[in-house]
């Protein structure tokens, strides 16, 4: 079974200025939140897209470090 959402998450600029970002797929938003601060203290925010088929890629929502999901899903 695939996970319900799929992230891309800005962590820092390169030397270049241009954004440094990684994808990662996950079921929980408050759990990924807490992976995000664990292992990418320095990262900025991220978007939020669906995984499951139906509407695969639509943009659901997107959060920041101070603009944090106030439930584990959207």
């Known amino acids: ?4 959402y799929k992230a ?3 962590i820092r600029n390169n030397p270049d200025g241009s954004a440094y970002c990684v994808k990662y ?9 807490k992976f995000l601060d664990k292992n990418w203290k320095d990262w900025k ?8 088929e139906t509407n695969k890629g ?3 929502a997107n959060f920041t470090k101070y603009n ?7």
């Open 58 to 60: 639509e943009q659901l």
């Open 1 to 4: 079974m695939s996970k319900k």
């Open 68 to 74: 944090r999901p106030k439930s584990k899903s959207v």
């Open 45 to 52: 925010w991220y978007n939020v897209y669906s995984n499951q």
């Open 8 to 10: 891309i998450v800005k």
């Open 25 to 33: 797929r996950f079921d929980d938003l408050l759990n990924f939140t």
